[in-house]
Nanobody, 116 residues
Framework: QVQLLESGGGLVQAGGSLRLSCAASGRSFSLNTSGWYRQAPGKQRELVATISSTGFTNYAASVKGRFTISRDDAKNTVYLQMNNLIPEDTAVYYC??????????WGQGTQVTVSS
């Protein structure tokens, strides 16, 4: 059974940093595009960053220059390094693995809270 387990969320002051991890189990995802999404209270889930199997990255304009997505296929893990956090980054962050012909895999989410 495939599972995506996120970790690394927490409470941090504005200007601080956090590193999220998403460890996948059950199968390898080295050929899949993986990414991070977030959902703030009362808002729709939005894309934060994605990384393809070849390492091509894509970022939301609001996080570009502050967040870095990376992957370690040997560990079947995707990371999101978040620097210079601002209160607007407060949300539940979800790990995602895209699939072509089936519904995507999603993690359970990890809370990130940035205090001003």
């Amino acid at each position: 059974q495939v599972q995506l387990l996120e970790s690394g969320g927490g409470l941090v002051q504005a200007g601080g940093s956090l590193r999220l991890s998403c460890a996948a189990s059950g199968r390898s995802f080295s050929l899949n595009t993986s990414g991070w999404y977030r959902q703030a209270p009362g808002k729709q889930r939005e894309l934060v960053a994605t990384i393809s199997s070849t390492g091509f990255t894509n970022y939301a304009a609001s996080v570009k220059g502050r967040f870095t997505i990376s992957r370690d296929d040997a560990k079947n893990t995707v990371y999101l390094q978040m620097n210079n956090l601002i209160p607007e980054d407060t949300a539940v962050y979800y790990c995602n693995v895209r699939r072509t012909y089936y519904p995507d895999y999603w993690g359970q989410g990890t809370q990130v809270t940035v205090s001003s």
